[in-house]
């Protein structure tokens, strides 16, 4: 297995032992397949939009034989994860730690903002990786009813990226 990128091992640094993670714009997988190799994550969830990037992760799930650990799921955000775990019956629930990198601040608050309510009450941790726009995201963050906990900044490739572990303004996380 590939180690993880800088800004990737940064969020992982993020996730707590025995979580259930979902990984939304999973792409190939590569941090929740670590997760689960390395012992922290329990079960994670692959969430993408899009086809291709599933299958990618899928077939990579398999390559490092992490089949009952995973389950893909095709959705625009984490809409569509309650009817997946309801109709998979999927044992492993609801995650308790989202994370969401290598997409721009406002489509990371529109996911945040369109999470399910029975999706947003479980989760305790949310490790966010804004791309662009980042002084906004970070203003407008506290309208999604979170708060930042902890934040990182790595360099890779010239370029630097901030890591945030968010999580829920009433303090239960």
Request: net charge negative; charged share 30%.
């Amino acid at each position: 297995m590939k180690l993880l990128p800088e800004r990737l091992a940064a969020a992982a640094s993020f996730v707590e032992k025995n979580s259930v993670i979902a990984d939304v714009g999973c792409d190939h997988g590569l941090l929740p397949h670590y997760l689960l190799k390395e012992g922290i994550a329990d079960f994670a969830y692959l969430v993408d939009k899009n086809r291709g990037p599933l299958l990618r992760a899928g077939e990579n799930t398999e390559k490092y034989g992490l089949g009952r650990k995973c389950a893909l799921v095709l959705s625009d955000g984490l809409t569509g994860l309650p009817d997946h775990i309801e109709k998979e019956k999927v044992e492993a629930g609801f995650p308790d730690t989202v994370i969401i990198t290598g997409m721009g601040g406002p489509l990371i608050k529109k996911i945040i903002d369109e999470t399910p309510l029975m999706i947003k009450e479980n989760v305790r941790n949310w490790i966010l990786s804004p791309q662009s726009l980042i002084d906004e995201f970070r203003e407008e963050f506290n309208e999604t009813g979170l708060r930042i906990v902890e934040e990182k900044e790595v360099r890779e490739k010239r370029k630097s990226y901030v890591i945030f572990k968010a999580g829920r303004k009433d303090g239960i996380s």
